[in-house]
């Protein structure tokens, strides 16, 4: 096992001070002295950083550091009481993707031991992708106690080796001495062939690998399965091999226009200057020196003088809001506050008709209704942080164009009317999608020809045009790979031009146990993949089937939905979906469609799977309510037409009663807009 690396971010109630080096942090040097002087090459502390009190800033540091691949563990030190600025709970805990209870009990029980005050701690622990994240109290001698329990007997060494993938069997063999059993690869027999027979029911041989799953279509429509050799497993389990297999894409510059959205930023975006960048004005009206007495005043603009230029005695400069203010003005007179004198007549030129002089009525104060520079947004702050999502309502593209995000060296930034065409920020890519049907009774809607060997004609592809649309109105850029009949050679050529082309592979049709159903072989024969899921416990969808397949020193996910048009965009909603999101960058706790509740309007039998049943969910009287589109069955896409939502319905069980009545609360994905009153 690879050297675990740590890091250490301190959170004690006097980190404020602490962060500012005005105070001397103790905590966070002694978890690094402890951490370092563990066994050679067990453990290295590199990492050590103060931060104030303040849940943006901890958790600015923890994501930061939970996506460095040479960071295994975060420690926080601090800030885990009862005190108004202990905030580290709170800071930490919603980043957490599992939590672990268990080492929470473990810290909490250590230190009762030594203090009944311990009771008053609030300790969080868990994981954050392959991270793992502990909060210790902040004073050194609970700090001492609660590591020496994590590092007893390889506790934190074992969590981490099992949460980096690994099976744990260094410890576990070494408890297997210790209670005088043999180690578990002493347990394992050699593969060997032997050809004597046993009556019992257990054999001496390796489990059958998941590339064999899948039937041979090369063998005989007799030879297929009769029953699907992929296990049933729950949607829960199902999001979470999706989210443990599906990797975020590369970083890539892009400028600062409407093309942004639906990137997330890859790193964080400070101002690059003062916004506003000059003394501007917030109204309409005239800069004047809030020495001038009310009177008669020349009026100059931007087209007679440059705001360089002091504006001369006797003289007003007319500004819009917005604008900026000439050298030597401090103070602006509303439009309101002044009367017309005279204007520029025909002889004048391009003056004709512009205003001449004025009457100021009043005199305004110092600073009358003007914007000193850096009010809005002050040079280095941070806007936007890394994994911000540019959404299409616009307001953080809107941001980054505020405040003049652009690539330039961080020691002289031209102004920012020079500089619009080369603003830029880093974000992750966002995937492309080949897009596929499958199946020989297909007919493409926009060329209807029927298929060979037909005489009944055929069914117009739905799924493709349905999901091509989803996607494109997702922001994302699709590959259309057609119509693709049951044959392996085509299979095979359509999905090679998928995976050289995309990120992310999404087929319909070919999931199922008829004979040319050809997905699941082609894509664990042909190209050497891993099914990681062939079927899901859910109404409709079962057959949902989710892969990677290694291909140009690359690994791709790849989603074989459902032929049946409805079940193709529910699971398309439930499981592609967070997929898309997960390689483009969003954080995990973000990646699936929201929930909500919401209160049925009609009854809705329950099913022995999880059902999604489709619904149009409007506000009421008392909340969200949801109303069924009509008949449920999979292949009628017309229950999604209007469906904005899906009423996730329980298992029926023994227990359970049959149905729904109308007017009980479920949980409902949102997979549309919510309809007004």
């Not at 998928?498 to 664990?524: F, N, R, Y």
Request: with cysteine.
């Amino acid at each position: 096992m690879s050297p675990i690396g740590v890091a250490v971010l301190t959170g004690l109630p006097v980190s404020d001070t602490a962060s500012q080096g005005l105070i001397e942090d103790v905590s966070g040097p002694t978890i690094q002295k402890i951490i370092n002087a563990q066994a050679a090459s067990t453990f290295v502390c590199d990492y050590l950083e103060c931060v104030p009190d303040d849940v943006s800033r901890i958790q600015s540091v923890v994501k930061k550091w939970a996506e460095q691949k040479d960071i295994d563990w975060i420690i926080t030190t601090g800030g885990t009481g009862f005190g108004v600025r202990d905030l580290t709970p709170e800071a930490v805990k919603p980043l957490l993707e599992r939590e672990a209870s268990g080492l929470v009990h473990l810290l909490m029980s250590t230190s009762l031991t030594h203090t009944p005050l311990a009771a008053l701690s609030r300790p969080v622990a868990g994981t954050i992708g392959n991270t793992l994240v502990v909060t210790l109290p902040g004073s050194v001698k609970a700090v001492k106690e609660n590591l020496e329990a994590l590092l007893n007997a390889g506790l934190a060494q074992h969590a981490i080796d099992l949460i980096r993938g690994g099976a744990g069997e260094q410890v576990h063999n070494k408890l297997a001495k210790d209670a005088g059993e043999k180690p578990r690869e002493e347990l394992t027999p050699p593969q060997h062939h032997h050809h004597h027979h046993h009556h019992h029911d257990h054999a001496h041989h390796a489990p059958q690998p998941r590339s064999t799953l899948s039937h041979d279509p090369s063998g005989s429509v007799s030879s297929r399965h009769r029953q699907s050799p992929y296990p049933l497993i729950t949607m829960d389990e199902a999001l979470r091999l999706i989210e443990i297999k599906v990797n975020r894409l590369e970083v890539e510059t892009r400028p600062v226009d409407h093309n942004l959205r639906g990137h997330v930023l890859a790193a964080d975006v400070s101002a690059s200057q003062n916004v506003p960048r000059l003394p501007s004005t917030s109204v309409d009206g005239y800069a004047v020196r809030s020495a001038d007495p009310p009177g008669v005043y020349k009026v100059l603009t931007s087209q007679s003088h440059s705001i360089s230029q002091p504006v001369p005695p006797g003289s007003v400069y007319r500004v819009n809001t917005g604008g900026p203010l000439p050298v030597g003005s401090d103070a602006v007179i509303m439009v309101e506050d002044t009367r017309l004198i005279s204007t520029f007549e025909d002889s004048d030129g391009e003056l004709d008709g512009e205003e001449k002089e004025i009457e100021t009525l009043v005199q305004v104060p110092e600073r009358e209704n003007v914007r000193l520079p850096g009010t809005d947004v002050k040079v280095g702050d941070l806007v936007l942080q890394k994994g911000d999502i540019m959404k299409s309502a616009g307001g953080e593209l809107g941001t980054l164009a505020f405040v003049g995000k652009q690539e330039a060296s961080p020691h002289y930034i031209l102004p920012y009317e020079q500089n619009l065409d080369k603003m830029q920020v880093e974000v992750y890519r966002k995937p492309i999608v080949a897009l596929l049907s499958t199946g020989n009774e297909l007919v493409d809607l926009q060329n209807p020809t029927t298929p060979s060997n037909s005489d009944w004609g055929g069914i117009f592809d739905t799924n493709r045009p349905s999901l091509y649309a989803a996607l494109e109105g997702m922001g994302y850029k699709v590959v259309d790979l057609g119509i693709v009949p049951d044959e392996l050679s085509l299979l095979h050529s359509a999905i090679k031009r998928g995976l050289q082309s995309a990120d992310i592979l999404l087929t319909t049709g070919g999931t199922s146990m008829g004979p040319t159903d050809l997905l699941k072989p082609v894509i664990e024969r042909h190209f050497d993949g891993t099914i990681h899921f062939g079927r899901v416990s859910m109404k409709p969808g079962k057959p949902t089937t989710f892969a990677t397949i290694p291909f140009d020193n690359k690994t791709k996910p790849a989603f074989a939905l459902p032929g049946n048009p409805a079940s193709a965009l529910v699971t398309f909603h439930l499981f592609v979906v967070p997929a898309l999101r997960l390689l483009g960058g969003w954080e995990k706790r973000l990646a699936q469609l929201p929930r909500l509740r919401v209160t049925l309007q009609t009854e809705m039998y329950l099913d022995p799977r999880t059902e999604f049943h489709r619904v149009v969910i409007s506000p009421g009287p008392n909340g969200l309510v949801a109303s069924s589109t009509g008949g449920q069955r999979s292949s009628r896409v017309a229950s999604l037409s209007g469906a904005n939502g899906l009423a996730i319905l329980p298992p029926k069980t023994e227990q359970s009663p049959v149905k729904l009545d109308a007017g009980s609360e479920v949980e409902a994905v949102i997979i549309g807009e919510l309809n007004s009153l």
